[in-house]
């Protein structure tokens, strides 16, 4: 891992807006782009796939071992297509069965250290712009810059729920926001990599924040912690 290459993170809990504003991010600076839930969102739709217990840990370690991930980004800053074993994936991952298998299979620990190497090596010049739950914490833990993203689960909630209508999914906003309930929960404490911000993150309540409201407190942060990125001005 080459520590000269700067890093941007982004953690937080699900629906706090965090993938959609580092992938603008990337955008604007120019450089790469990872959403890390979508590799664990891969796990989850492969276990899912092969009709899996993840509590069975051999045959899910197997499946681990097999497994080929892929991610296809046609620009830099562009979010990537993700490949499973030669099978697009992009838009199944998203939904909400994978999220909860993700969910699960990320609280045990052979999972995680199989992954970690994964999303390390996508550290490349100009630079990266992460987004997930451990980024800063365990995965990039010498990031340049670290952000944290709050929000209420209510408002969460509402996003995810409006999210999936508009992609004519049949959901229910009582369930989403259980949903949210238990992950948070999981999430939070699971003893490998808990969702918990880092010390020295950027705190950003997205609550009554619109996407272009949290942007432009990310870019102002940016710009204000130019010098450690040994530039006067990133944006």
């Known amino acids: 891992m080459n520590k000269n290459i700067p ?4 953690d937080g809990p699900s629906g706090c807006g965090k993938g959609t504003i580092a992938q603008l991010l990337a955008k604007k600076l120019g450089w790469h782009f990872l959403d890390s839930g979508a590799i664990y969102r891969a796990v989850g739709w492969a276990v899912l796939n092969a009709k899996l217990d993840p509590a069975h840990h051999a045959a899910l ?8 991930i892929e991610t296809h980004a046609s620009s830099v800053g562009d979010d990537a297509k993700i490949i499973v074993n030669d ?6 991952i998203r939904s909400e069965a994978c999220g909860q298998m993700a969910s699960i299979t990320s609280a045990i620990p052979f999972v995680r250290a199989a992954l970690l190497d994964r999303q390390r090596a996508m550290r490349e010049l100009p630079g990266l712009v992460t987004d997930g739950r451990d980024m800063g914490t365990v995965v990039f833990p010498d990031a340049t810059l670290k952000f944290y993203f709050l929000a209420n689960v209510e408002e969460r909630a509402k996003r995810r729920f409006n999210q999936l209508k508009q992609k ?6 009582p369930d989403i926001l259980r949903e949210l309930q238990v992950r948070d929960e999981r999430d939070s404490n699971r003893l490998i990599a808990p969702l918990k911000p880092a010390d020295d993150v950027v705190l950003i309540d997205t609550t009554h924040l619109n996407i272009e ?17 040994g530039v006067s001005k990133l944006l």
């Open 213 to 229: 409201g949290v942007l432009q407190s990310v870019i102002k942060e940016v710009q204000n912690h130019a010098s450690l990125f």
């Open 7 to 10: 890093v941007i993170t982004i």
């Open 168 to 173: 004519g999914k049949h959901v229910t906003l």
């Open 61 to 68: 370690n197997m499946l681990i071992d097999q497994i080929k």
């Open 87 to 92: 099978h697009d994936i992009t838009d199944e």
